[in-house]
């Protein structure tokens, strides 16, 4: 069974919620996986490069990540 992985629900998540629109949970993700082209977009992941440590599960504070 594969590991889950982390991913953003758009639906959910407020890039303008964040502090001058910089993703909390992309600046904690120590591989640089979750990522944010430009401030007050909503953040991506390469799921399949995820590695399952859930750092942005703990920063995002609209919940807005979440197992996949």
Same mark, same amino acid.
């Given at each position: 069974m594969p !590991? $889950? !992985? %982390?991913? /953003? &629900?758009p639906a959910r998540c407020q $890039? &303008?919620?964040?502090? *001058?629109? %910089?993703c909390q949970a992309a600046q904690v993700?120590? !591989?640089g996986i979750l990522r944010q082209d430009a401030a007050y *977009? /909503?953040?991506?992941? @390469? @799921? &399949?490069l995820c590695m399952s440590c859930f750092d942005c599960l703990k920063a995002c504070p609209r919940k807005a990540i979440r197992k996949m």
């Open positions: !590991k $889950p !992985k %982390a991913i /953003v &629900d $890039p &303008d919620a964040c502090p *001058e629109g %910089a993700c120590p !591989k *977009e /909503v953040p991506y992941t @390469s @799921s &399949d």
